[in-house]
């Protein structure tokens, strides 16, 4: 699975409410509507300025905080093709797998703001193609890779009726 898009920034401990801020509570059943503010504490442009197929890129700990399902959920109805971390809060992570959102843990660091990127989601590498590097990832284990190729949990089971492996 290779992904292709431009980098997104942010630091470390993006929570859910950074994510999906807790103003916008009333529109967690209107989930196109809450992605028009997805990120909007962290940067308020982000929303407005998404492309279809860009990363976000983030420190330590993304995703903590509550365990807000729909926070992956609009960041993947913004186009985002996947969020490249140093960690992840663990419930984040899960929820963003079932959903069909690709997560890839990575070191951040050669990764700046608006450098185009290409990322291999099996082989767990990322090229930065703005600064001509790559950065290797622990690739995501099959099962994952599967999940993902059929768009997340609910159309896997479907598919296969349980977890193959």
Do not use: Q
């Not at 103003?23 to 504490?41: G, I, N, T």
Request: some cysteine; charged content about 25%; proline content about 5%.
């Amino acid at each position: 699975m290779i992904l292709k898009g431009r980098a997104w920034k942010f630091g470390d401990d993006v929570s859910t409410d950074h994510i999906t801020p807790g103003r916008y509570y009333h529109l967690r059943s209107d989930l196109p509507e809450l992605a028009k503010h997805v990120m909007e504490d962290a940067n308020p442009e982000f929303a407005e300025k998404v492309r279809p197929g860009d990363f976000i890129v983030a420190g330590k700990n993304f995703g903590c905080g509550s365990s807000r399902e729909h926070a992956p959920i609009v960041i993947k109805l913004a186009g985002v093709s996947a969020v490249l971390a140093r960690s992840f809060a663990r419930i984040f992570y899960r929820n963003a797998i079932n959903i069909g959102l690709p997560l890839l843990i990575v070191d951040t660091d050669g990764i700046d703001e608006g450098d185009e990127l290409e990322v291999d989601l099996s082989a767990g590498d990322v090229k930065n193609i703005t600064k001509d590097m790559r950065i290797k990832a622990k690739p995501l284990p099959e099962v994952m890779i599967n999940i993902l190729n059929e768009g997340g949990l609910v159309n896997y089971v479907k598919k296969y009726g349980d977890m193959v492996i």
